[in-house]
């Protein structure tokens, strides 16, 4: 089953391409709607579940991060050889099938597969969608374009945290006596009203047209489709997971020196992981500490299924990385030989440990420490961020495509200001013991401290050629969710936990801020050399262009 690609007629920039914009933003309205939903129903699920702070970060955090940062590696390479728009609906009718499936869980362990399964349905969306956006848009308008579209994020977790801090609230005033539906609890219910919508936004999605890839740059892809692109994605995940990863390398005929790498990799991720799991469960109090299971006479908590996860994410990047240096060598060369596509990828993914971190716990401040209820926290802050990253996302591509038309670094320069300006409004918010102050500041920090999004996300993509988009933009998010939401919600859960101050836990987080300084430095002094350089270097690793 084939679709043509969209005519010539239809131009890079033109009207349709921003209509096809305006359906990828809602679908990732939907994306993080589905996402962030857990951020305030975590009281209620903590009580009715008897979780931890350590099991709620898991569960806002790790347990959706791993499969979506593992997974989007092989679908960024699925958005690369099948049709993009298809890749889309499949996932977006996945996630939201698997956020309505949250809402009968009864358990952490039933949660947490739904949660999986929702990372893996959400990980096909991005890759794809920025591989459509790069070839419906020219390059002066890309930043633009992309954050544009990233301004879903925050349209999306805000919408989240409003709708469902008035459904949970509703619905439990409603039923308060008893008698509700199969016997749902209101958070039960939220995850119910706002997954089932995503299935019919998926029938919309499949109409869109597929452009030619490398429609915007004038560098179309040579040679016929991909005829297995499933098989491919398959093959691809045996890149990622143990014991593939190792057969994949002698497949594929792997040096020996290669292979004995992998292992020794493996190696000492378990024993990373050993160690920070005994590390961290000392610092835990024994009433926090949780033992979700026992293997073989061992007690696995919270903190065991963190730093296995982080493990198991970590090498599977590295066995990734090892096998393109094998069998793609231009895409290799272009994102892990490049510094600058590195130091830009390191960039945001400290900024989004940060931000995932703080979004996750903020409401729970709230609640705690300054007597919000849900449903005016929910609309406050939600809408606030909402409409604070809607405005700061768009404006940030904007203002960093006009930068780029006078300076080649436009773009990360003004990510950098991005990253520095925020900060003191952010400690203010947290030194408050207004409500309201606390809503303006927060409102603040969702404006100002998202202009950074677009500028890191359309660098990436300059630096790599039209075929590898969907790859580039998987390694973006793998980045950014692996390791940002992965560790970012566990982080401040864990300290938390371990220190009784929330307040303390949130604002350690900002402790990355100079490392990215560094990193961003560092991009805008190499970036005009790499992004000059990429078809040569690409042609000079074997690439036919």
């Not at 990828?345 to 931000?355: D, Q, R, Y």
């Not at 003004?414 to 809503?439: D, K, N």
Request: proline share 5%; with cysteine.
């Amino acid at each position: 089953m084939s679709q043509e690609p969209a005519p010539r007629t239809e131009r890079v920039g033109g009207p349709y391409a921003w209509y096809v914009l305006v359906v990828l933003v809602v679908v990732y309205i939907f994306n993080f709607i589905d996402r962030s939903i857990l951020t305030i129903l975590g009281p209620y699920i903590q009580k009715d579940l008897g979780l931890s702070d350590g099991q709620l970060g898991l569960l806002s955090g790790t347990v959706f991060a791993l499969f979506y940062g593992l997974f989007g590696l092989a679908l960024g390479r699925l958005a690369d050889t099948w049709v993009r728009t298809w890749t889309i609906a499949l996932g977006l009718s996945i996630w939201s099938g698997m956020t309505a499936l949250s809402g009968f869980a009864t358990n952490f362990g039933a949660l947490a597969a739904a949660r999986v399964g929702v990372g893996i349905g959400e990980a096909s969306a991005s890759p794809a969608a920025y591989s459509l956006i790069g070839d419906w848009f020219p390059k002066a308008k890309r930043a633009t374009a992309l954050s544009i579209y990233s301004s879903g994020i925050f349209i999306g977790a805000g919408l989240s945290f409003a709708i469902s801090g008035v459904v949970v609230q509703g619905w439990n005033k409603a039923f308060e006596g008893g008698g509700a539906p199969l016997g749902l609890a209101g958070w039960q219910a939220a995850f119910l009203i706002i997954g089932i919508p995503g299935l019919m936004l998926a029938a919309l999605v499949m109409t869109l047209r597929e452009p030619p890839r490398g429609l915007a740059d004038g560098l179309l892809t040579k040679g016929p489709r991909e005829p297995h692109p499933f098989r491919k994605t398959a093959a691809e995940l045996g890149t990622v997971l143990p014991p593939f990863t190792i057969i994949n390398l002698r497949r594929i005929g792997a040096p020996a020196s290669v292979v004995r790498n992998n292992l020794l990799a493996m190696l000492i991720a378990v024993g990373v992981a050993v160690l920070m799991t005994r590390f961290t469960d000392s610092l835990v109090p024994p009433a926090k500490l949780k033992t979700l299971f026992h293997v073989g006479g061992v007690a696995l908590t919270s903190n065991a299924i963190q730093w296995a996860a982080m493990a198991l994410g970590l090498y599977g990047v590295f066995s990734w990385s090892q096998s393109l240096s094998v069998r793609d060598k231009p895409l290799h060369e272009l994102m892990w030989r490049t510094p600058v596509f590195l130091q830009a990828l390191g960039a945001g993914t400290l900024i989004s440990f940060g931000s995932y971190a703080v979004s996750a716990w903020i409401y729970i401040y709230a609640f705690r420490r300054l007597g919000a209820t849900p449903a005016e926290a929910g609309v406050a802050l939600g809408l606030g961020a909402a409409l604070g990253g809607w405005i700061g996302t768009s404006m940030g591509g904007i203002v960093g495509d006009a930068w780029k038309l006078r300076s080649g670094t436009g773009r990360l320069k003004l990510t950098l200001m991005a990253s520095v300006l925020p900060l003191p409004i952010a400690f203010y918010a947290f030194a408050t013991h207004s409500l309201p102050t606390f809503y303006l500041c927060y409102f603040l920090v969702s404006l100002i401290g998202t202009f950074w999004l677009g500028g890191v996300t359309a660098t990436m993509q300059d630096l790599v050629l039209p075929r590898m988009r969907g790859s580039a933009g998987a390694m973006f998010f793998m980045g950014t969710t692996l390791i940002g939401l992965g560790n970012g919600p566990y982080f401040v859960g864990l300290l938390s936990d371990a220190t009784g101050d929330l307040k303390l836990a949130i604002l350690s987080t900002y402790i990355g801020a100079p490392i990215v300084w560094l990193l961003l430095t560092l991009a805008i002094r190499g970036l005009p050399t790499a992004e000059a350089s990429r078809v040569e270097r690409a042609r000079l690793a074997g690439e036919p262009v």
